[in-house]
């Protein structure tokens, strides 16, 4: 099968759907590939780089799109590269189809059996063909990036011999995958983070990135079965307007990232909080194609309102990464589909029929809903009280086991008593006794040493040298005895002196 990737017809896209690194592995996948030539020049790919990768460089846009059985795109097609496509063919591209019926009427007609990438459902299995998370990804990175190049201070505070700066404080609103690594960056730049999100399942991962959680009053969660936020209430959303005013009184930088999918992007900054926010502050809107978060946003133009604040309504695409991803992401969708000798549009599959926006002349949308994150429903317990016990339960407890302990050895004494010789009983009791009384001392010992190991070890250590001094009393003492005895009292001492040592040796590792 041939895959053909045509050069984009928009002069403000950067991108290109493939890389030299990512035509090697479509070669890989079995498939011949075909590019134009130039298409990814504004990605700093040359001509030479593809077809050192073993890509076929094609003159011109028609016959690159009458030569492929798949075509490769960035953004969706226009009137003119439909007339050039032909019946059965496949393509994988932006659409959002929600926003384009009439551009999904041209697809169905013409016969092309279109995949929409900004449609693959957000399932596990899909997370690696995810286009909208692997550029929203590096929207975030570039949206504290920017605002850093605009803002006029450092973004970490710093004590110099000049005077002290004080950390930027951001707020990201929208904790996706395009908050995340807004969060994620602006932390590591030092900067003072709060984010705000209505699904209160991300107040962890925004608290674990060093980030400060908001929320309102108003116990309303804006979680969907789709992954994506809902539309909140009049109630919730005026909590929220009065929560955005508050804090951009004292917020540096503000970082929105708010969509839902086939609607106009909300509006959550508005003007009275764009007024509040002091100059020089800036405002990056990832939502901007979408309508924007702000009020005020402009799309695609940077601008400074009248009070000072910046409004960041574009952003730059970091073509090279962002090509790699995205060539990335449709890689693996293909390889999903077959390669090359098992390609095949499987109406089954949950995440190609979903994407599959036009098939064999009929639109396909919208999907049927797919849940993906189904929230448990919650069941009322009753709650459990767990009985713990005093510490003089405990001491009973102990003696009981004790006083068992010592019916048992009693017990065996006693049938032992019936078949063993005198003297051997004798020995044996003192000698059990004996076990039995030690081990009740040394378990007892309190753990002093902070570690129960070398508290049991120097209690052991203790009764030798008790024994060994007891041995000195002995008036009729041979020398191979006090040999002995001094050996023991004298390694003992080494290792009740040695545990003390270590241990503060241990403990001064954790102090600063």
């Given at each position: 099968?041939?895959v053909c990737?045509p050069a984009?017809?928009n002069?403000e896209e950067?991108?290109?759907?493939?890389?030299?690194?990512t035509?090697l592995?479509l070669?890989?996948?079995?498939?011949e590939?075909?590019?134009?030539?130039d298409?990814?020049?504004?990605?700093?790919?040359?001509?030479?780089?593809?077809?050192?990768s073993?890509?076929?460089i094609?003159?011109?846009?028609k016959?690159?799109y009458?030569t492929?059985d798949?075509?490769?795109?960035v953004?969706a097609?226009?009137?003119?590269?439909?007339?050039?496509m032909h019946?059965g063919?496949?393509m994988l591209?932006y659409l959002?189809?929600a926003?384009n019926?009439?551009?999904?009427?041209?697809l169905s007609?013409?016969?092309?059996?279109?995949i929409?990438?900004?449609?693959?459902?957000?399932?596990s299995r899909?997370?690696?063909?995810?286009v909208l998370?692997?550029?929203?990804?590096?929207?975030?990175?570039r949206s504290?990036i920017?605002?850093?190049?605009?803002?006029?201070r450092?973004l970490?505070g710093?004590?110099?011999a000049a005077g002290?700066?004080?950390?930027?404080?951001?707020?990201v609103?929208?904790?996706?995958?395009?908050g995340?690594?807004?969060?994620?960056t602006?932390?590591s730049?030092?900067?003072i983070?709060?984010?705000?999100d209505?699904?209160m399942?991300?107040?962890e991962?925004i608290?674990?990135?060093?980030?400060q959680f908001?929320t309102?009053?108003?116990e309303?969660?804006?979680s969907?079965?789709?992954g994506?936020?809902?539309?909140?209430s009049?109630?919730?959303?005026?909590?929220?307007?009065?929560?955005f005013k508050?804090?951009a009184?004292?917020?540096?930088?503000?970082?929105t990232?708010?969509?839902i999918p086939?609607?106009?992007?909300p509006v959550?900054v508005?003007k009275?909080?764009v007024?509040?926010l002091?100059?020089?502050?800036v405002?990056v809107?990832?939502?901007a194609?979408?309508?924007g978060?702000?009020?005020?946003?402009?799309d695609?133009?940077i601008y400074?309102?009248?009070?000072?604040?910046?409004?960041?309504?574009?952003?730059?695409?970091?073509?090279?990464q962002?090509?790699?991803l995205?060539?990335n992401?449709?890689?693996?969708?293909?390889?999903?589909?077959g390669k090359?000798?098992?390609?095949?549009?499987?109406?089954?599959d949950?995440?190609?029929?979903?994407?599959?926006?036009t098939h064999?002349?009929?639109?396909?949308?919208?999907?049927?809903?797919?849940?993906?994150?189904?929230?448990?429903?919650k069941?009322a317990q009753?709650?459990v009280v767990?009985?713990?016990?005093t510490?003089?339960?405990l001491?009973?407890?102990?003696?009981?086991?004790?006083?068992?302990n010592?019916c048992?050895?009693g017990?065996?004494?006693?049938?032992?008593?019936f078949?063993a010789?005198k003297?051997?009983?004798q020995?044996f009791t003192?000698?059990?006794l004996?076990?039995?009384?030690?081990?009740?001392?040394i378990?007892?010992?309190?753990?002093?040493?902070?570690t129960?190991?070398?508290a049991?070890?120097?209690a052991?250590s203790?009764?030798?040298v008790?024994?060994?001094?007891?041995?000195?009393?002995?008036?009729?003492?041979?020398l191979?005895?006090?040999?002995?005895?001094?050996?023991?009292?004298?390694?003992a001492s080494?290792?009740i002196?040695?545990?003390?040592?270590?241990t503060h040796?241990?403990l001064?590792?954790?102090?600063?």
């Amino acid at each position: 099968m041939k895959v053909c990737i045509p050069a984009e017809i928009n002069t403000e896209e950067l991108r290109v759907a493939a890389t030299p690194k990512t035509v090697l592995r479509l070669i890989k996948q079995g498939f011949e590939v075909f590019v134009e030539k130039d298409a990814g020049l504004k990605a700093n790919f040359s001509n030479q780089a593809f077809a050192d990768s073993g890509a076929t460089i094609l003159g011109s846009a028609k016959e690159t799109y009458e030569t492929g059985d798949i075509i490769l795109k960035v953004l969706a097609p226009s009137s003119q590269e439909i007339g050039l496509m032909h019946k059965g063919q496949v393509m994988l591209s932006y659409l959002w189809p929600a926003q384009n019926p009439d551009l999904l009427n041209q697809l169905s007609e013409k016969g092309v059996n279109a995949i929409a990438m900004d449609a693959i459902p957000r399932i596990s299995r899909a997370q690696k063909m995810d286009v909208l998370s692997s550029m929203a990804n590096i929207a975030g990175y570039r949206s504290v990036i920017e605002s850093a190049n605009y803002f006029g201070r450092f973004l970490n505070g710093q004590i110099t011999a000049a005077g002290k700066v004080a950390p930027a404080k951001v707020l990201v609103i929208g904790a996706g995958v395009a908050g995340l690594a807004a969060i994620g960056t602006a932390r590591s730049l030092g900067a003072i983070v709060r984010a705000f999100d209505t699904r209160m399942e991300v107040a962890e991962q925004i608290e674990s990135m060093g980030a400060q959680f908001l929320t309102v009053d108003i116990e309303e969660d804006g979680s969907t079965d789709s992954g994506y936020s809902k539309v909140m209430s009049p109630a919730f959303i005026a909590a929220e307007m009065a929560l955005f005013k508050e804090q951009a009184k004292e917020i540096d930088i503000i970082i929105t990232t708010a969509q839902i999918p086939g609607r106009k992007a909300p509006v959550l900054v508005l003007k009275e909080c764009v007024d509040t926010l002091k100059p020089g502050s800036v405002i990056v809107d990832l939502a901007a194609s979408t309508g924007g978060n702000c009020a005020l946003t402009k799309d695609g133009e940077i601008y400074t309102t009248d009070n000072g604040v910046i409004i960041v309504g574009k952003l730059s695409q970091l073509p090279s990464q962002a090509s790699q991803l995205y060539g990335n992401n449709l890689c693996h969708l293909l390889d999903d589909m077959g390669k090359a000798e098992k390609f095949v549009i499987d109406m089954d599959d949950d995440v190609v029929s979903r994407a599959m926006v036009t098939h064999q002349g009929t639109i396909n949308w919208p999907p049927k809903p797919l849940p993906v994150s189904p929230q448990a429903k919650k069941v009322a317990q009753e709650e459990v009280v767990v009985h713990k016990p005093t510490a003089e339960e405990l001491a009973k407890q102990k003696g009981k086991k004790a006083l068992i302990n010592l019916c048992l050895i009693g017990l065996f004494l006693v049938l032992l008593g019936f078949v063993a010789p005198k003297d051997f009983m004798q020995h044996f009791t003192v000698f059990v006794l004996s076990v039995f009384i030690g081990w009740q001392v040394i378990w007892n010992v309190s753990h002093s040493l902070h570690t129960p190991l070398m508290a049991v070890t120097n209690a052991i250590s203790g009764i030798i040298v008790i024994g060994g001094l007891e041995l000195f009393k002995n008036v009729n003492m041979t020398l191979p005895l006090v040999i002995l005895a001094s050996i023991a009292i004298l390694v003992a001492s080494i290792n009740i002196v040695g545990g003390f040592f270590v241990t503060h040796r241990m403990l001064k590792m954790f102090k600063k």
